[in-house]
C-alpha cells in the first residue's frame, strides 16, 4: 500500500525555504512553496521542481498545504495568512533575532518566547517550534536516513501533543532525529542565545544543551526578568 504524506507548504522561498523544500520533497512529501509576492518570483531549483515541488502564492500554500513551514523572517509574521492556517499544523522555523532583525515590538520580553508572539497571530493553528536552530547549510548537508550513525538532532516544541508527534514525523522523514524540548514556551531554549542555536549535534548532545539553557545568555536574562518581577512572578 503506497502512503499518502500530506501536502506541505512553505511560506518564505529565500536559501532557508528552499532547503526546507528539498528536504520535504526528497522525502516523498508534496511541496508547495510561496515567497511573499508573486508566485512568478520563485525560483525553486530543477531538482526540487523535478521531485514535484511547485510555487504558490502564499494564500494558495496556506490553503492546500496540510502542514505549513513558517521560513520567513520573522518581522513578515503578521502578513502569514490566518483564516487558511486555521485548524493546520503549522511549524515556526523563524527566529527573532535582534542583530538582525532589530528592535521588532512584542519580541523584546525575555520571558515569552518568539513563537507565544507567533502564536498570537494564529491563535487557530496548531503551532509547533522546529526547525528553526540549525543552519540551512547544515540542514541540507546532515540529513541522513534513520538509524544511520553520526544523525543529527531538531528540537520541537509544542503544546499540542499530536501535532508535535506529527512535526516529529516530519523531521525524522527530513533526516534528523526528532527531541522533544516541551511545550511552546519551552521552544525559547533553542533561539538565539542559547546554546542549541546554530549547533550540529547528535539527540544526546542537543538534549544536554537544552537541559543546559539557565546558564545561556537567553536563559541568564530571563532569569533577570524573573527576579526583577519579584514573589509574584509564576516562575514558569
Known amino acids: 500500500m503506497i502512503e499518502v504524506r500530506p501536502v506541505i507548504g512553505i511560506l518564505g522561498a529565500g536559501r532557508f525555504g528552499v532547503v526546507v523544500a528539498r528536504l520535504a520533497a526528497r522525502a516523498g ?59 493546520k499544523i503549522v511549524i515556526d522555523a523563524m527566529n527573532y533575532w535582534w542583530e538582525s532583525d532589530g528592535l521588532l515590538a512584542g519580541f523584546t520580553d525575555p520571558l515569552v518566547s518568539s513563537s507565544e508572539v ?44 499530536d501535532a508535535r508527534d506529527v512535526v516529529a514525523r516530519v523531521v525524522d522523514d527530513f533526516g534528523f532525529d526528532p527531541v522533544i524540548v516541551g511545550r511552546l514556551a519551552d521552544g525559547v531554549r533553542l533561539e538565539p542565545g542559547t546554546e542549541p542555536f546554530g ?10 544543551m537544552i537541559d543546559g539553557f539557565p546558564n545561556s545568555q537567553r536563559g541568564r536574562r530571563r532569569a533577570a526578568a524573573l527576579a526583577a518581577r519579584g514573589p509574584l512572578s509564576d516562575g514558569g
Do not use: C, F, W
Not at 37 to 46: E, I, K, M
Open 29 to 87: 512529501y508534496p511541496v508547495v512553496v510561496a515567497a511573499s509576492g508573486d508566485s512568478t518570483r520563485v525560483a525553486l531549483p530543477s531538482d526540487v521542481l523535478a521531485r514535484g515541488a511547485r510555487p504558490a502564492t502564499a494564500a494558495e500554500a496556506a490553503e492546500r498545504a496540510e502542514i505549513v513551514i513558517l521560513a520567513l523572517p520573522i518581522g513578515k509574521h503578521r502578513a502569514i495568512p490566518v483564516a487558511p492556517l486555521a485548524g
Open 118 to 161: 507567533v502564536r498570537e497571530h494564529l491563535p487557530a493553528s496548531r503551532l509547533v517550534k522546529a526547525l528553526n536552530h540549525m543552519s540551512a547549510k547544515d540542514l541540507e548537508q546532515e540529513a541522513r536516513p534513520s538509524g544511520r550513525d553520526g544523525r543529527k538532532a531538531i528540537g520541537i516544541a509544542a503544546d499540542d501533543e
Open 199 to 208: 549547533a550540529d549535534v547528535d539527540a544526546h548532545e542537543l538534549r544536554a
